[in-house]
């Protein structure tokens, strides 16, 4: 199936052309990254609103792709500088978007796999916290958000342990609803249920460690 172009770019084209960068009209502009876009409208509303910076969101599901990048077209936004893939996102931090590319990741509501015995199957299970701090520029931040405390908590260990990056919030290293926070369609499904919401944020520290 072909790519949706402009919009969708590939693992192959990274392979071949320079990675990610190249992908955008603008390639210097810095790059944030959302890992699992879905059917929210952030990062359409973040291409929009953020010209300056070039948006890539990272999407397991070739068909949210597909849609997602339909959505683009009709609004008409981000021929310039938004772009999405179709991949794994373990798959792309450490052979492309490292050392030190990415100024931001937004990662809302991330599968929390909840039955132990497919934990392994966490986004943050391993060494995936070490790959995003390492895949930052100094200063970079990642923002999250889970309705999950469980998950909330083994995240905040992995990324408290990744090296160079330290919790903006203090102790439990969650809140609730942080100022000027953007609500996703997701937290709007989940508070609807009666879910608490947890917001996490880490820096990357200028030194890196």
């Given at each position: 199936?072909?790519?949706?172009?402009p919009y969708e770019t590939t693992w192959e084209d990274w392979v071949l052309g320079g990675g990610p960068r190249r992908a955008f009209v603008h390639p210097d502009r810095p790059l944030v990254v959302e890992i699992g876009p879905g059917e929210d409208d952030f990062l359409l509303e973040q291409g929009r609103d953020h010209p300056e910076s070039n948006w890539l969101g990272i999407e397991y599901s070739r068909k949210r792709v597909?849609?997602?990048?339909?959505?683009?077209a009709a609004h008409g936004v981000g021929a310039d500088n938004v772009r999405l893939i179709w991949r794994p996102a373990a798959d792309l931090v450490v052979p492309f978007l490292s050392p030190g590319v990415v100024s931001a990741y937004h990662i809302h509501f991330p599968d929390p796999?909840?039955?132990?015995?497919?934990a392994r199957y966490r986004l943050f299970a391993g060494?995936?916290?070490?790959?995003l701090a390492g895949s930052l520029v100094p200063g970079g931040e990642v923002v999250l958000a889970t309705d999950s405390p469980e998950y909330a908590a083994e995240i905040h260990v992995g990324m408290s342990a990744a090296p160079g990056m330290d919790s903006v919030y203090p102790s439990p290293g969650w809140v609730?609803?942080?100022?000027g926070a953007r609500v996703t369609v997701f937290e709007e499904r989940w508070r609807a249920a009666g879910r608490d919401i947890h917001w996490l944020r880490y820096r990357r520290t200028a030194s890196g460690g």
């Open positions: 199936m072909e790519p949706r172009r597909e849609r997602y990048a339909r959505r683009l796999w909840p039955k132990k015995h497919h060494e995936f916290a070490a790959s609730r609803l942080p100022p």
